[in-house]
């Protein structure tokens, strides 16, 4: 059974940098076969997909984040990043890690979801 | 980008009644070189994350119950409970995935009238 657990601040500085980590189980994440995802739900908002990578390390990001986005990828540590560069209030949401399949890239099974807050 | 608009916002329907929500998107989602609409839907309950339901446009994840449908080609998609059930009750969003960056309906309110 696949399993993915978001961890990192759930507080973070106006202006600082927004950094979480995903972690996968059931899954060596090194297959070819799925994207690693990152989708955002601002509170009582709708979703916001952020970007994906790919195990090579190859990655797609939302135009509207991209100057701000980095995602990372070991596949070593089945692990998967995210930094969000100069946040504002505006990126307050509950961040969500997803796999997404290579041949069409709907989501099947996502993380619980952490709440990152921005604020000083 | 591609947007999403599903209808209604919110819906109430009874107990073992047919729901029935619409999403339409911006510009068609029909690939013609596998005729495949590249169309998802999830459920999303209060402090969970969104559920994979329906994906391309018409096929039922695995373990999904049979009263859930998606139907609908290029712009005009429609997911169906057939029979609605307490356990129902969430919010429902269609995503297109034809094209990046990825987008999202607003969502639909289910509830139980």
């Known amino acids: 059974q696949v399993q993915l657990r978001e961890s990192g601040p759930g507080l973070v500085k106006p202006s600082e940098t927004l950094s979480l980590t995903c972690t996968v189980s059931g899954d060596s994440g090194s297959s070819g076969n799925y994207f690693w995802s990152w989708i955002r739900q601002p509170p009582g908002k709708g979703l916001e997909y952020i970007g994906y990578?790919?195990?090579?390390?190859?990655?797609n990001y939302n135009p509207s984040l991209k100057s701000r986005v980095t995602m990372s990828v070991d596949t070593s540590k089945s692990h998967f990043s995210l930094k969000l560069s100069s946040v504002t209030a505006a990126d307050t949401a509950v961040y969500y890690c997803?796999?997404?399949?290579?041949?069409?890239?709907?989501?099947?099974?996502w993380g619980q979801g952490t709440l990152v807050t921005v604020s000083s | 980008d591609i947007v999403m608009t599903q209808s209604p916002d919110s819906l109430a329907v009874s107990l073992g009644e047919r729901a029935t929500i619409n999403c339409k998107s911006s510009?068609?989602?029909?690939?013609?070189?596998?005729?495949?609409?590249?169309l998802a839907w999830y459920q999303q309950k209060p402090g969970q994350p969104p559920k994979l339901l329906i994906y391309?446009?018409?096929t039922r994840e695995s373990g999904v119950p049979d009263r859930f449908s998606g139907s609908g080609s290029g712009t005009d998609f429609t997911l169906t409970i057939s029979s609605l059930q307490a356990e129902d009750v969430a919010l429902y969003y269609c995503q297109q995935y034809y094209t990046t960056p990825i987008t999202f309906g607003q969502g639909t309110r289910l509830e139980i009238k």
């Open positions: 391309w446009a018409s």
């Open positions: 997803a796999r997404g399949l290579l041949q069409g890239t709907y989501f099947d099974y």
């Open positions: 990578i790919y195990y090579t390390g190859s990655t």
């Open positions: 510009r068609s989602v029909l690939y013609s070189s596998n005729n495949k609409n590249y």
